[in-house]
């Protein structure tokens, strides 16, 4: 049976959320990880969603996801798409899961006339650096994220 790429529904949260704990786990991240389903839920299929997803299955049990959501460029004035995780168990890796995954998420781009499709990698995994350049993605060593999150946000924004 083939793999199918397809966007998720209510019924694949917790299947999806299941894989996010995969990916952290692989980025050994796990203990970042303080979200829960029902969250994800509501930022996907809540009233003001927030974030999209794509699931690939194989003989119906889902294997891999990318979640995505809009970005824009103002040195393009043009709408984005910020691909947040893409992740394919490993067990199913090498058979063009990811690639099918990563395509849909570029076509969406297209589809939607965004500028640019982006997504941040981690330096130690030569593995997803590889797999993304040999896509055509250039590693933009220049550039860093920066990040506030919890306590530290909360004094930021009330400063």
């Known amino acids: 049976m083939r793999d199918v790429v397809?966007?998720?529904?209510p019924a694949d949260v917790d299947e999806i959320f299941r894989l996010i704990r995969g990916l952290a786990d692989?980025?050994?991240?796990?203990?970042e990880v303080?979200?829960?389903?029902?969250?994800?839920?509501?930022h996907l299929f809540g009233p003001r969603p927030c974030v999209e997803a794509?699931?690939?299955?194989?003989?119906?049990?889902c294997i891999g996801f990318a979640l995505f959501f809009p970005t824009y460029s103002t040195f393009?004035?043009?709408?984005?798409?910020w691909l947040e995780d893409l992740f394919v168990e490993p067990a199913h890796r090498g058979r063009g899961v990811g690639s099918?995954?990563?395509?849909?998420?570029?076509?969406?781009?297209v589809a939607r006339r965004c500028g640019r499709l982006e997504w941040?990698?981690?330096?130690?995994?030569?593995?997803?650096?590889?797999?993304?350049?040999?896509r055509g993605a250039r590693i933009e060593a220049e550039w860093r994220i920066a990040r506030v999150t919890g306590s530290g946000l909360e004094r930021l924004a009330a400063s």
């Open 6 to 9: 397809r966007p998720a529904t």
């Open 26 to 31: 692989y980025e050994r991240l796990a203990h």
């Open 34 to 42: 303080t979200g829960n389903a029902d969250r994800l839920r509501e």
């Open 54 to 61: 794509l699931v690939a299955e194989h003989e119906g049990a």
């Open 76 to 81: 393009l004035t043009t709408p984005g798409l």
């Open 100 to 109: 099918a995954l990563l395509a849909r998420v570029a076509a969406l781009a």
């Open 120 to 134: 941040a990698v981690l330096q130690w995994n030569a593995p997803a650096i590889a797999f993304y350049e040999a």
